[in-house]
């Protein structure tokens, strides 16, 4: 268990780099095992799912070493396609790892995934598109069970909700299919079009990502060796610069793509910041003062990101006005505003809306993380209330931030993380 510590009021001043992006580098780590090569990973954040991904990858057989923000995966030889549900539970992307051994080995054995609560999360479109390209997918006792018996076969998927993992799922199949696939109403994520850069790069035809349509012509010429820098984080981008609207400051963010995350810049734009973008980099100044934006709606992207959602309502939390959010994507993702409310944030939620009233001062408290975006939302919310708050986390921040007590204190807040088993 850990415990943030901080004590609020700081502004935020200063500049720093955003680190690599969680969702885009763990679906891309399991497309490595789809061709017998080495891949050279760059950008790679140091989080604890990356660590449970290379645990997978070690316990599929292939060789992984880590140095500083570099991982090289060396999986010219699969020894198994079965991954135990001690690793399987810890993070939701290991769903992914389906479509990859498939694709590499004709099967799969593995658990239901882990990941955050945030109400149900099925995987019944993963399993859909798989069994629509020839899979064979038993479910038994919490487990999977696949096969191919005749080999993979192209195929004509349109997924009824535009979901992420599925898209990533499906795509990754389909490299190792005969003949076309198309996947209609795919995902638009940023992250799809990173994974299709790294699919082409490993030899295969996929073209369409970031469009509705993702079309794979199956088949590889994988080289011997693969090279790939992974994409700045948009939602760690999102939580630092909501932490410099709510505490007030100046801080410039570098190593961004903000036209991935342009959704969240006009909301807080709404709020009264004043936001400079330009290529690469975005700055943000916020006199603390925050008035309601226009509501906050969820949705796939190019919509407003679900994972930022927690994060704005944190920063609104002192808005003037009453400002609204509306969950589109998950059914449970408010659970962290009662833990807000320990801060006198005063927020009402029914159903998929959360309405959050603006209160003139937040005050420090003893809070918990219930997930990885609420964990940080708490964070944003401390850092802008007065005295001290405690949030005991048993690890879920860290899960998605990457040494995110330094890079917190390089901008100027109080802030520590401790292990309550430490010494
Ligand atoms: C990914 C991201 C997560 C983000 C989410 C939405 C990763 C590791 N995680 O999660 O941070 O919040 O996209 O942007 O990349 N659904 C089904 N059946 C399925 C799959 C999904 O009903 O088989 C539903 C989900 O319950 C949810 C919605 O579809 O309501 C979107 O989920 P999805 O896009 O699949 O999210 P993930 O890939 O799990």
Not at 19 to 30: D, F
Not at 39 to 59: A, Q, S, Y
Not at 303 to 329: H, I, Y
């Amino acid at each position: 268990m850990s415990v943030w510590h901080i004590a609020g009021g700081n502004r935020l001043e200063g500049s720093t780099t955003v680190q690599g992006a969680k969702n885009a580098v763990l679906p891309i780590m399991a497309a490595s095992v789809l061709a017998p090569c080495e891949t050279e990973l760059l950008n790679v954040p140091m989080l604890r799912d990356v660590d449970t991904t290379i645990r997978i990858l070690r316990g599929l057989g292939c060789s992984v070493e880590r140095a500083g923000d570099s991982v090289n995966i060396d999986s010219g030889y699969i020894a198994r396609a079965e991954i135990p549900h001690s690793l399987m539970r810890e993070l939701r992307s290991s769903v992914i790892f389906l479509g990859a051994l498939l694709a590499r080995c004709g099967s799969a054995r593995l658990s239901m995934p882990g990941g955050c609560e945030l109400g149900p999360r099925p995987i019944d479109l993963h399993l859909m598109a798989l069994r629509a390209l020839g899979a064979r997918i038993e479910e038994s006792g919490g487990e999977l069970i696949c096969s191919t018996p005749g080999g993979l076969k192209g195929a004509a998927i349109a997924l009824p909700l535009p979901s992420v993992g599925a898209t990533e799922n499906a795509m990754l199949a389909a490299c190792a299919a005969e003949g076309e696939t198309v996947i209609m109403n795919a995902a638009r994520e940023p992250e799809i079009a990173e994974l299709q850069a790294f699919l082409v790069k490993l030899g295969a035809d996929v073209s369409g990502a970031g469009s509705a349509t993702v079309t794979v012509r199956g088949g590889f010429a994988a080289p011997e060796r693969v090279g790939h820098r992974i994409m700045p984080d948009r939602i760690v981008s999102a939580t630092l610069l909501a932490a410099c609207a709510a505490a007030g400051g100046e801080i410039e963010l570098r190593g961004v793509e903000p036209r991935h995350f342009s959704t969240v810049l006009h909301s807080l734009s709404e709020c009264g910041c004043d936001i400079m973008s330009n290529g690469a980099s975005v700055a943000l100044r916020s006199d603390g003062n925050l008035k309601a934006p226009m509501p906050v709606i969820t949705g796939p992207y190019p919509g407003f990101p679900t994972d930022a959602q927690p994060l704005m309502l944190a920063a609104c939390l002192k808005a003037r006005g009453t400002s609204v959010f509306v969950e589109n994507v998950f059914q449970n993702r408010f659970r962290f505003t009662e833990e807000l409310q320990r801060l006198g944030a005063r927020i009402h939620t029914e159903g998929r809306v959360a309405v959050v009233t603006g209160v003139a001062r937040l005050h420090g408290a003893p809070a918990v993380a219930t997930d990885l975006r609420g964990g940080a939302a708490l964070i944003i919310a401390a850092l802008a209330a007065e005295g001290e708050t405690d949030i005991l986390d048993s690890g879920h921040v860290e899960r998605g931030y990457e040494r995110f007590d330094e890079c917190l204190r390089s901008l100027g807040a109080d802030i520590t993380l401790t292990d309550t088993k430490g010494p």
